[in-house]
């Protein structure tokens, strides 16, 4: 268990160090820290495991956080390689699209096993949620001085990817209070995002939002790590 925190405490320093030299500029060295930061996440729910035992639902976590690593790297490509940017965006959200498919899968298991009856009525419910959500973020953007262009329908999808898995981890810990780690993860992913929107479509270029954004993506992350050591 201690292995576990540690890295995970890892993972938060090591994201603060990238983003001092990240709010300088984007290179391979700033890379090369953002990716250590994301393996002692994943290093930490590893180490989760092996304090619990294995199961689908903690490998399901895993491969969220390893499709979170690949994301990761492609999305500062994105900054790196600003003239490849759109294609980095692409496959980057594609990843982290994939990560939260894992993620899903593992609440899925999580919810039939403990709350068999609850199921399809929290699905439909969060489905209900993601969609009134993500409509609020499109028809809001120009008032947040966001334009998407044409990455528009990209990120309606992702965002309904997102809100999905927020509003479904919550309907969960509603009834398994348990569960409320790995939705508070959800929750804090959420924000970390929202900053990463109007970083990338609102033109906030000032530093502080480097540290907001990344600070809270790694604090969801290793949360999101650490709830295997409790469901």
């Known amino acids: 268990m201690i292995e576990s925190l540690i890295f995970g405490a890892l993972s ?4 603060i160090i990238f983003c001092i030299f990240r709010a300088q500029k984007a290179d391979v060295f700033t890379l090369a820290l953002k990716s250590i930061s994301s393996i002692f996440f994943i290093l930490c729910g590893i180490f989760a495991i092996n304090y619990v035992s294995s199961s689908i639902f903690n490998l399901f976590i895993i491969a969220g956080l390893v499709f979170g ?6 999305l500062d490509l994105k900054v790196m390689y600003n003239e490849n ?3 980095y965006f692409v496959f980057g959200t594609c990843s982290f699209m994939i990560g939260h ?3 899903f899968a593992s609440t899925l298991i999580y919810n039939i096993d403990m709350l068999p009856t609850h199921t399809i009525w929290n699905i439909l419910a969060s489905l209900g949620v993601a969609i009134l959500l993500t409509l609020i973020i499109l028809l809001s953007s120009k008032k947040l001085n966001m334009n998407f262009g044409k990455m528009k329908w990209l990120v309606a999808a992702y965002s309904f990817v997102l809100t999905f ?8 810990a509603i009834f398994s ?7 508070s993860g959800m929750i804090v992913f959420f924000f970390s995002d929202l900053v990463l929107s109007m970083q990338y479509f609102g033109n906030r270029t000032e530093k502080v939002w480097i540290y ?7 604090v969801a ?5 650490l709830c295997v050591l409790f469901i």
Do not use: K, T
């Not at 898995?165 to 969960?172: D, E, K």
């Not at 907001?212 to 790694?218: G, P, R, T």
């Open 12 to 15: 938060i320093v090591f994201c």
């Open 69 to 74: 690593l690949v994301g990761d790297i492609i």
């Open 85 to 87: 940017s759109d294609q």
């Open 101 to 103: 498919f894992f993620y």
């Open 165 to 172: 898995m927020v509003a479904f981890s919550i309907s969960i």
């Open 177 to 183: 209070p348990i569960f409320w780690i790995f939705a």
């Open 212 to 218: 907001i954004n990344h600070i809270l993506y790694y």
């Open 221 to 225: 992350q290793v949360m999101l790590a």
